[in-house]
Each structure stands twice: as C-alpha cells, then as structure tokens.
C-alpha cells in the first residue's frame, strides 16, 4: 500500500522546509520546577484547567497523534497542526520538553530523556503553587471532565478511587463523558459525594426535559463575580451506551446555552466561563455563535494547545489530557470586564515536579490492594504503543491482532479513542493494557457482518470525525481496523469516504453481500456478550511472545 | 388493555391576564404504526393516537392531527393565553375509539 | 396540464428551498425516499413557501431515532386578525412523509409546540406554516440518525 510512500514524501517535504536548528538533539534541557511554573501574572483571577485525566493517577507516556486532521473551515488550523508542524506554529524548538510534551517525533528517545508525564501527585504540586503565588481565594479550579474512568482501578471501585483523590485538590466545578458509562444511577450516587457542582446545562430528563444538572455555578473569586456554564459530552448517548443513561437526553443544545449566558450575565456575571466537553472544533464553532462568552475551558478531543485560540472575545482554551498538562489562566478583570490575559499550559513532568507527599501517600493506599496484579508482566514489545491519532495506532494493531487471533476472526474492529497511555518498547504490564482497555462495556463480541454492513460502519465513523460541520463531529478518531485494508478520501461526502476495502488474509475485494466473521469490543448495544478485551490481549501476549506492531499500514489516506 | 392516565404539568394555574401558560402533557401508548410484525411475521395493525386536542372553555386553543410518526407515549407541549377563569381541557382520540380527557381549572386575575 | 403544473411548482419549491438554505439541506443525498414534496404542495395549494418566520428546532444528531426531540415556533402576534392558521410538520426520508399537523387559535398567545418524533434515517425535517393571510413560510432541519459508538 502506498501510506508508507506518502509517510516519507511528507517527511521529505518537511525536512526541506525545516531550517536546521529544528534537528532533534537527544540531550536533555536542562528543567527546574519553578522554570515549568513560572509566567508573568496578569490581573488578579487565575482559572487553574484540568481536563481528560482518564483516571491516570501516576504519570504516564502518552505520545501526541501523527494525524489529526482538520476538514472544512479549520483545515491547517490549530489543533489541527501535528509533529513539526506544530512546534513551527508556536517556535518550539525540536527536541526541547516542552516539543516532547506537544508532538510525536523521536517520542520514544524523548520519553527516555525526559520521563514521563502527569501524575495527581504531581498536579497538587503544581495547584498548590499556583494557589501560593495567586491566592487560593483569586484561582477557581475547574475539571473539563472524564476524570472517573479508563484505569482499572477507576474500573474496580466504580469511579470512587478518583472522586476521593481528586476531592483533595478542592475543584471548584467539573463536567463529565465517560463518567457517564458508570450508569445513571452510579453518575448520581457519584455527583451527591461530590461537595462541588457537577455542571451540564446540556442534559434533560427524556420524559419532560427538565435540567437533570445544574447548568450554572455563581462564584465571587479576586472580588470579580464569574458564572461556569458546563457542558457536558453533547453525544454521550451515541458515541457511548445510551441503555446506561436512559433518562437523560443531551445534545449541544446551543439555544439553552446562549439563554444561560444571558441569564449569568443579567444575574451580574462579570466573567463567563463554559467549562465544556464539547471537544475543540465544537468549542471553537460555538464561540463565533455564542456571544458573551469570555472564556471556554474546553476537553474531549484531547488538543494540548501553548495558547488559547481567540474567536472574537472568546479565549479557547484546551490544556491537553491524561494529567500531563495544567491550564493556568490568569485574568485581568477591571469595570466589570475582561482587560487582559495571560495564559501558561505547565507540562507536568513528573520527573521535574515534586510530588506532594500526602496525595502520594493517599494514591499508595489505594492502589496498593491491586499493585501485584498491575505490575504483572503479561508481554513484551519491540515498538512503542500509542494508540492517539486519527487512524490506527501501534497499540490498536496488538488488539485487533489480538481479537483475529483469539476469536478466530478474519477482520477485527476497535474503537478509536482518544484515551489510553502509551507504552515504550520493552516489558508490557497488565496496567499498561488496563490503560488502554478498562471501561464498563469491554465485552469482546464475534459475529458476522456483510461487507455491506462493513462499509456503512466505517461510512458511518468516518463522517462522525470528518463532517466538514463540527456540530455533526464525535471528537474520537477513526475506527481502528485488524484484518481489512481500505482507503479513506477524508475530503468526500458521507456514503463516499471509503473504498478499496480488501480482506488482508486473501488479498481479495471486500464483497458487500458476503459475510464476515467479525470480532470487535466496545459495543453500544445492550447485551453484547464475549470476554472481556484486556484477557483477549493478555491471551494473545502470551501466546505470541514479543510484539513489534507498525501502526496503519493498511490505511490510505487521501483529500487531507 | 386499561385506558392510559394522561400526566400534565402547567408552568401555572393562577395567572394574571395577558400571561403565557406553558402546558406540557405526557401519556402511555404505543403508537402502533401499522407497518410492524409480530412474531408470526403478521402485520400489527394501526392503532395510534390521531388527534390531541386542547379547548378553553370549550373553545379550542390547539389541536395536533398526529401521523405514526410521532414517537410512543407521546410528549406534546403548548401554549394558551386565557384571558379570563376558566377549564382547560385536554382530549386524546385514539384510532380504537378511545377519548381520553383531562382537565385543568387555571384562574385569571 | 394539471400534472405538468404541478411538478413544475414541485421542482420551483425545491430551487427555492436550495437557494435559501446554506446547507442545501433540502434536496440532500438523504431526500426523495418519499412524497414530501408533493405532500407540502397539497398542503400549500401549489403556493411556493417562503424561507422564514417559521423556527424548527431539532438535534444535529439523534439519539434515539425513534423519539427525536423536535421544537417549532412561529413569529406571529396571534392576534384574531393577524395568527396562525396550521403547521404542517414533514420528515423526506420515512416511509410516509406526515408526521403532525397543528392547529392554533389566537388564544394560544403563542404559535409553539414541542413533540417527539420517529425518523428512520438520516433525512430533513420541514415544517410548513399557513398564515391568517394565506401567505407560507418554511424552515428546514437535517437530522442525522448514526449507528454510533465509537467517540471519545
């Protein structure tokens, strides 16, 4: 296939436009935690950003997409930008800690420079900092959401291990998606602990369309009066099991939203904040649609951007995921408005930033019922795992690898989250897999599927990422693929995105009226049976010794 | 099979003139449309709501001529603007014969 | 001659409606799985609607195709003189295009209503009002109806 030729043709093109400085050195910048700390405070309010933890309490690698690409309006615009093109946009030097920390090139050299990233204990450092030099009193804390789910111990306590962990970093407010696939009545149970709002101005009960959330908490903080507006995941009933939250309706819900900003406004709001997971292209979109929005504190696609993006008055701000980066905003607020901004996203580097004692301590305790069946050994690998990036990554290539080979399947499918820690070249961990796999819905299911069915399923995805309108955007990326080539024009209408669909075992056309024996995980649907993902992959670990996956070599990628 | 309970909600009941009165009503039914099968593979014959209707007094206020296409238990929400006291009545007509009814004493001052 | 008159207003509509609507959402690849068109003529007397006045508002994408929450309102001062008469709610891509249509007297003080709908496919949703003067508006929404499951 040609994907490995259009690979070094873009690689040749960048390198004859990168000056040469933009080399990557392997040696280590010299880093200090106060120098990751440091800005130059503006105003007195400080908006401290977390967003997309996915329930990883110790640090972490997670290497940034390849592809990411953009269609319509926001094609070549941030986040949009990857790898060499994005430390260009913002003068990042390649090599450099803060290029490992945003983009994918010489990740794995990088990650072995600089260790990895996040950590809670880390980010009680660097909040406790941030509260030290503005004043706890001037910094409101807000949690952009999926922090309750994705690791196993987040799966085996139900969310509880990190609503207790993350109490002790005092948020202000939070907003949630994956916390729904803990079910409704589990989301309640949760939210009633909380002793902070749980905010979704985008969530209605299904029989009368009464708010089920608060939409808006009110706070006085740096004598200014700030309203947050959340918004919950618009699509969690589509993209997740809609039989786990059956009463509760979402949606982007634009209209209400506008009539929220103008309530908080009439109810005195000098500052509104939209604590969202929309993801970033319906943040972006929203902020030209919504007048009277200051500040959008948006989650969900995962974008770890230097700056906030400006749309008119509106400051976007999207401060990455998995716990390697905290937002800080500062705000100058003077005569009831917005005078001026300053904004630094810390890479927490856990190697870098001390940790704070007691939450070390506290995260012990809880991990320690279940760290010798985590740190079990289960495989090994040759090659980095990442999974992050709009087509396959190396980690999806060992589960479906995994699924074809466990479930006697000829194609596999996985979803394509956004989530899930990458793993450098050498022992893999039941952890390691736990953090690509643990949800609620894991079940490995083997059916059959015309190649018919085939066809509109990836239609059906692709249009969900690329539709050039980012209202009809799901925010994950493509559906990962084991046993089936295809090509994508990303540029196409929906019913005309992909073609060339071919059965790698054989060679052969896929055939629309033939059936398929097809084993996939993460199913919508109520009652979908099979064993969990994590034993299919801990299965094949061990039946197939050392793995040394490529990544997407069967995927041809065009109209980008 | 019982007659279904209606369930309403008005935004109020004691109004001054000239104000707007939000009605919300919810009611049990399956919206049978006629193009589905049963178990034996047999069509399952049309039985809708068709018609939803809202009088003042006995004067009409709003009236919903309703197709298969509206989803089971329906939700139907609307408006009225009394403009003195007087009873709000709520009529559901089903293709079976059944007239389901409903009222609401709303006071104008 | 009747025909011919008939699918020539059809088609006019339909321009206009292409026109008028930045999304072309109208005449999509999703449209002419039924009589829509001729259902809304039917309704309209042949007269070509006009874009506005009339605001349907319905989800980007379902989450449950069948009850799609759907919100309609029309700007009119629902006076005995000046109010309006019917709205006609259609769906292009269902098996039969009619889904509602409501009736409001001036004593409804407002010309809403809110309901729930079944929509088999992805496909447009009209919604069509008669004015006390005789005069048709219009608003058009694309409704995607997905298979879902793979975001986040």
Known sequence: MTTRRDFLQRTAAL????????????????????????????????????????????????????????????????????????????????????????????????ARSYGPMGGLDRIATVIAAIRAERGAGNCLLLDSGDSWQNSYTALETAGQDMVALLARLSPDAMVGHWEFTLGQRRVEELVAQLGFPFLAQNIRDTAWGDPVFDGTAHFERAGTRIAVIGQAFPYTPIANPRWMVPDWSFGIREGELRASVEAARSAG???????????????????????????????????????????????????????????????????????????????????????????????????????????????????????????????????????????????????????????????????????ATAMTYPECYRMTMTGARLHEVLEDVAD??????????????????????????????????????????????????????VAGWASVNAGTTGPPIWDVVFDHLRDHGPVAPGGGSHVRVTGA | ????????????????????????????????????????????????????????????????????????????????????SGTLRLIWLTDDGLEITAEEAITVS | MHVDLTRRQALAVAGAAVAMLSTGAFVGPASAANDARDQLLAFTGGVEPQMGRVALDMPEIAENGNAVPMNVIVDSPMTDEDHVRRLMILADGNPSPAVATFHFSPLAGVAQANTRIRLGGTQNVLAVAEMSDGSFFMDVREVKVTIGGCGG
């Open chain 1, 464 to 517: 969900n990422l690329f539709n050039p309108d980012p209202y009809f955007q799901q925010g994950g990326d493509m559906v990962r693929v084991g046993g089936l080539g295809f090509s994508i024009d990303v540029g196409a209408a929906m019913g005309r995105r992909i073609s060339d669909m071919t059965l790698l075992r054989t060679g052969e056309a896929i055939e629309s009226g033939r059936d398929y024996a």
């Open chain 1, 15 to 110: 390198s004859a436009v990168l000056p040469m400085g933009w080399r990557p050195a392997f040696g280590k910048e010299a880093l200090s935690q106060q120098g990751l700390l440091d800005m130059p405070p503006v105003g007195r309010l400080t908006l401290i950003h977390l967003s997309d933890i996915h329930a990883q309490l110790r640090p972490i690698h997670f290497r940034e997409p390849s592809w990411n690409l953009g269609v319509g309006e926001v094609r070549g615009l941030v986040p949009h930008l990857t790898g060499h093109d994005l430390l260009a946009r913002y003068g990042i030097a390649a090599g450099s800690a803060l290029a490992h920390a945003l983009a994918y090139p010489d990740f794995t050299d990088l």
């Open chain 1, 269 to 435: 709001a000098e500052v509104v904040v939209v604590l969202s997971h929309n993801g970033f292209d319906v943040d972006r979109k929203l902020a030209g649609r919504v007048a009277g929005i200051d500040v959008i504190l948006t989650g969900h696609t995962h974008d770890a951007l230097p700056e906030p993006v400006q749309v008119g008055r509106t400051l976007v701000v999207a401060s990455g995921s998995h716990g390697k980066f905290v937002g800080r905003l500062d705000l100058d607020v003077r005569n009831g408005e917005v005078q001026g901004w300053g904004f630094r996203l810390i890479p927490v580097f856990s190697d870098v930033i001390s940790p704070e004692p007691e939450m070390s301590a506290a995260i012990a305790e809880m991990r320690a019922p279940h760290e010798v069946h985590l740190r079990r050994v289960v495989g090994e690998t040759d090659t980095l795992l990442y999974r992050r990036g709009n087509f396959n990554g190396t980690f999806d290539d060992v589960i479906c690898d995994a699924m074809l080979s466990q479930r006697d399947a000829e194609i596999a499918l996985s979803p394509g989250f956004r989530w899930g820690a990458s793993v450098l070249p050498g022992e893999i961990t039941a952890e390691d897999v736990y953090n």
């Open chain 2, 1 to 84: 099979m019982s007659t279904p309970r209606p369930r309403i909600r008005l935004s109020a009941t004691d109004i001054s003139a000239g104000e707007v009165i939000d009605v919300r009503t919810l009611i049990s039914h399956t919206m049978e449309t006629g193009n589905r099968r049963d178990g034996d593979g047999n069509l399952v014959p049309r039985n809708i709501i068709h018609t939803f209707r809202a009088e003042y007094d006995g004067e009409v206020v709003f009236e919903a001529a309703m197709e298969p296409a509206i989803s089971a238990n329906p939700y139907m929400q609307f408006n009225v603007a009394p403009r003195r």
